[in-house]
């Protein structure tokens, strides 16, 4: 792997130490590339995704994707340009990041954050406003938001305060959920323009702060893989065997970027789910949902 695939920003001068895959390395000068880790399709062995409990990082794994507040080690805070600031909560799993990133050879560790919607048991919950707060999105106590250009200066800044505490902990980079609303009753007239244009702004958001960034979902609209793949490093797709879409991500694959693809059973056979998934060089694995350290199925080999 080149320099090209340094997994966090570089701060200083001539002889930094910087981070090429998951190796040390000494650079004479700073890298001429994006300082964020950018996998190619096979390049990542093993890796888990857990946003729920039970957790279990006994595993060396070669990249973990983790939720954001529950990483957050205790006196974690979010920072608004108007000076406040909210306190957070110790997650579940304070700490681990810093574990990880002490392993050898060192994970990657991506974390997970929801920036579509608005979620209530959030600590930055009462912030947004409520006209900028839609229907459900299937799952308990999450909203969709508002992403058309009009509205979203009016809780974007509560967004990128979570990208800065994902820098701040050291997360390597981010997995921007709840992006794609289309199709999903959000409760807003949004455009497919909108949701690109979102997309990118989120990515845009993640790479100015040194954090790698996956497109999550958004690819069951035909095309939108291919629209965007230019502004993000990797991607994390859902059930593409189940609705047959896996095709739409192939474009990841053919620019050498990896895909995470994952399926849940029962929906799908694991051992179906992992034949779909080699056949288009995705990195996939089949999980319970929502994705606990209870259950795992490594579509890799």
Not at 108 to 116: L, S
Not at 135 to 144: A, F, I, L, M, V
Request: glycine letters at 10%; charged letters at 25%.
């Amino acid at each position: 792997m080149g320099v090209d695939c340094c997994m966090r920003r570089v701060r200083g001068l001539l002889g930094a130490v910087v981070l090429v895959g998951a190796t040390l390395v000494a650079c004479g000068e700073e890298a001429s590339e994006p300082e964020w880790w950018r996998p190619a399709p096979g390049e990542v062995a093993s890796w888990d995704w857990q946003i729920s409990e039970p957790y279990d990082l006994s595993a060396p794994h070669d990249m973990y994707d983790l939720d954001l507040f529950d990483l957050a080690p205790a006196g974690s805070e979010l920072w608004y340009p108007d000076g406040d600031v909210i306190e957070v909560p110790a997650g579940p799993l304070a700490g681990a990041i810093e574990e990880l990133h002490a392993r050898e050879p060192r994970p990657v560790v991506i974390c997970y954050v929801d920036t579509g919607a608005h979620e209530s048991y959030r600590p930055d919950a009462e912030r947004f406003p409520e006209a900028v707060i839609g229907n459900d999105t299937g799952w308990s106590e999450e909203r969709w938001l508002d992403i058309r250009a009009g509205s979203r200066g009016a809780f974007a800044e509560l967004v990128w305060a979570r990208l800065d505490l994902a820098e701040r902990m050291g997360c390597d980079g981010v997995e921007p959920d709840q992006n794609n609303p289309l199709g999903n009753d959000p409760g807003f007239p949004i455009t497919l323009d909108d949701q690109h244009s979102w997309y990118r702004e989120v990515a845009e958001q993640a790479h100015a702060r040194g954090l790698s960034v996956g497109m999550k979902n958004g690819h069951d609209q035909p095309g939108s893989a291919a629209e965007l793949v230019d502004a993000f490093d990797w991607a994390l797709p859902e059930e593409c065997v189940e609705f047959d879409e896996c095709a739409e991500l192939d474009v990841f694959v053919e620019q050498g970027k990896a895909v995470f693809a994952v399926d849940y059973p029962p929906a799908v056979d694991p051992a179906a789910a992992c034949r779909e998934h080699r056949a288009h060089g995705f990195d996939g694995l089949v999980k319970d949902e929502p994705p606990t350290g209870g259950y795992r199925v490594s579509c890799g080999g």
